[in-house]
Structures are given as C-alpha cells and as structure tokens.
C-alpha cells in the first residue's frame, strides 16, 4: 500500500466548515498492486458511515495532516486532505477546495492553478461563507453571477443593489431594497418588458399581442400598465404557455399603445 504522509513544510493544521452536506464528498483511500501488471492502482470511495445526520452542514472538520497529492498517490487528481469530526468520530479524506467546505485558514499561493473536484470535473470554486453573523459590504454589492441569493430565516437588506443569477429567497423574512433612495431592484428582462399593441393580430373583438419570454408560468401573476395610450382598451393577460409565452389582450381593436408587463411567480 502507497504511503499517506503529512507535509513536513505544513505545521499549522487547518480547519474546515461544512456549507452543506458532505457525506457524498468524504471518503476512504486505499491502494492494491495489479497483480499482472505490478502496478500500483489506487482510488477514493465514499465512507459507509458518513450520511446526511452525521455529517450536516455547520460541522467543523479538522485536518489530521495526512495528505494525498496527483503526483505522488495513484488514482487521485487533486490534493486531498484527511479531517477528523470530534463530533460523529468520523475521520476520511476531502477535497478542501470543494464548494462544500469554507476553508478557515488557507495560504494556498495564487499561482497555483486549480484542478476539478476529485470525482468530478467541475471546476474548484471560491470558498462558501457560513457564518452566524452578518455579511457587510461597504459600498460594494452582493452579486450571485449564476446562484442564489438565500435567507433562511433573517432578511435580505441593501442601500444598493442586489442582483442574481438565481434566485433571490427569504424564509421568514424581508427583502428591503435602498433604505435611502440609491437602490435598485433589478428584474431580469424574462419577467418585464414593453410591448406595442400596434403589432398584435385582431382576433374576434379584440387585439391580441404575444409576449414570448421563458420567465412565465401558468401560475404566474402578470401586471399590465400602459405607458403610451393610443385608443386604450381594457387589458388582461391571458392564452398562458409555460415557459414560452403569453397574451396581452385588448377589448379595443384600434387598439395602439404602448403597454409594460412584469411578471411575478410565487413560490
């Protein structure tokens, strides 16, 4: 069997926090000997002990010192770490860098380019934050490029912009957007939009636009105002295609102005 050594350079042992479940993400390494080639195979498996009760998000794992390394152990493509959990009594090897720990103390150099997870190949990402505590920018934004932006239970505050890949959720909660007057709450353009009655068909006794946008659903609470009136009808939304599209319809045929919709979905 392939040795398991901690880094002698490495004294000052490093804690971790799970941001979420990490059972799937903790595991064994063990090693065999081909016995036609001699060859020395290695490979990680998941800990049969570990599951979502003893390994929860907020645990705190700490590093034993014995280290896996690409170039050194077979059958491993990143760095692995071995990390002890007072808690469960559990001890196994994970990727540090996985999105599902927050590293507490790391002096990884930058020039150091990452690989992908050990079992995947998704890229490393930045460490999570996980704290009981409040996340506070000083002029700056909280931005999820492509994830969500969640309070479980608290509120989501800004003087200034919030903006989401995702989605932006509050359990119990409040989103409150510019306390003062400089804030934005930004929609992307799937939930709101303009549309010219002018270029609807007339169908029966009325005027019928399509809006097609992937933001609605069949459940969806659609609101019409107009911002041009032009022989003004009374609208409503209707003919709804989930994913696809929906109507804005007119009871006036001659019907020409300019009306914004914006859609809200529920949870």
Known sequence: MASVFADPRERNKRHYIAASNFNGVFYNYATSMNPTTYVTMGGLTALTAANSSNCPRGRILREVGNRLYPDAHPGISTMMVKVYDANSGLSGFIDPNAPQFAVFNSDKPIEIVDGGDNNTTTPHKGSPVFTTGDIITSGGDITAQTGDITAT????????????????????????????????????????????????????????????????????????????????????????VNGTSFQIVSDNTLDAGTVQWMIINAA
Not at 162 to 173: F, H, K, L, Q, V
Not at 190 to 208: C, E, K, P, Q
């Open 153 to 240: 239970a608290g509120d989501i505050i800004a003087g200034d912009d919030i903006s989401a890949g995702g989605d932006i959720t509050t359990t119990g909660g409040s989103i409150v957007i510019a306390q003062g007057s400089t804030g934005l709450f930004k929609l992307p353009t799937t939930l709101v939009g303009v549309g010219n009655m002018a270029a609807g068909s007339i169908v029966g006794g009325f005027r019928r636009l399509t809006i097609n946008t992937t933001g609605v659903r069949t459940t969806s609470k659609i609101f019409l105002t107009y911002s041009g009136i032009n022989n003004a009808g009374i609208l409503s939304a209707e003919s709804i």
